[in-house]
């Protein structure tokens, strides 16, 4: 009896071994991978989510663990060179299969599939998949709205779907906030998605997630201030009939405070008759 239980645990202690050698020797043979395509074509083999899961026997977190570790590397490593993610879906496939519960694979990958890889069907498969696994979690529905409202202006989806979320357990003002603001869309209002990314920027615990909402809020930002110059500077042209030679005219003639501070650590300026940012010189 002894020797069969002892047997047993060791076979599962083997097979989890093996499974994690497999996935680390795995990571680090992409790793010495110079094609692109080479690349592309071993990861399409890394083990589905499916077999991993059902060859675990019950170990899912650490194999979870390991393979968030390789998508992080995935991310990182593309976003500094190609900017190619072709394969992202694939891993955070696998990884919500794997858990189920893991929140950040489903909302950081939902906003990295849309806003990284250009793949909004991808997020829209994902972040359904987190709602129909995790019925109660309030952040699977509202980032859902997020994307839907924010990059696809979708707005009847992302009504339902921030309504969806403020009904959830636990879920902020915010969530309700939007789901009645949403309501009452008006196109190319700035303000509203600066609000919207700066809540969510406020709320997440997710230092990418953080990332990518900092990434909006500064451009958001530029170009209010660049619409606000503007307006100022059509306001000199028609005080002075003629177009300032540079911002600091506007300042002297009481029509701006100061210069805002441009939000990527540039400046703007005048050219012809428009204001522009150094950060889109770049």
């Known amino acids: ?112 599939l849309t806003h990284d890889a250009q793949r909004p069907d991808q997020a829209r498969q994902l972040m359904r998949k987190g709602i129909d696994t995790n019925p109660d979690d309030w952040r699977m529905p509202f980032i859902y709205a997020f994307v839907h409202y924010v990059f696809l202006r979708e707005y009847r989806t992302a009504h339902a779907y921030f309504r969806l979320s403020s009904q959830k357990p636990g879920a902020p003002d915010m969530a309700q906030r939007w789901a009645a603001f949403v309501l009452h869309y008006k196109m190319d209002d700035l303000q509203s998605a600066l609000v919207l990314w700066s809540d969510l920027y406020n709320t997440s615990e997710n230092p990418e997630e953080r990332a990518i909402a900092l990434k909006y809020i500064k451009n958001i930002t530029m170009e209010l201030n660049i619409r606000y110059l503007q307006e100022k500077l059509e306001a000199f042209k028609n005080k002075t009939s003629r177009s300032p030679t540079s911002l600091a005219e506007l300042v002297a003639t009481g029509l701006i405070d100061a210069i805002p501070e441009e939000p990527h650590d540039g400046y703007y300026f005048i050219r012809g008759d428009s204001v522009y940012s150094s950060w889109q010189e770049k």
């Open 1 to 112: 009896m002894f020797h069969r239980v002892f047997s047993h645990s060791m076979k599962k202690i083997i097979v989890i071994f093996l499974l994690l050698l497999l996935i680390a020797n795995f990571s680090y043979r992409i790793d010495l991978k110079r094609s692109h395509h080479e690349l592309v074509g071993e990861l399409m083999y890394f083990p589905s989510g499916v077999a991993l899961r059902a060859l675990s026997m019950g170990f899912y977190a650490p194999l979870a663990d390991l393979v968030w570790l390789r998508f992080i590397q995935y991310y990182g490593e593309h976003r500094q060179t190609d900017q190619r993610f072709d394969i992202m879906f694939h891993i955070l496939d696998i990884l919500t299969t794997l858990d189920q519960q893991f929140t950040y694979a489903y909302t950081l990958g939902g906003l990295m």
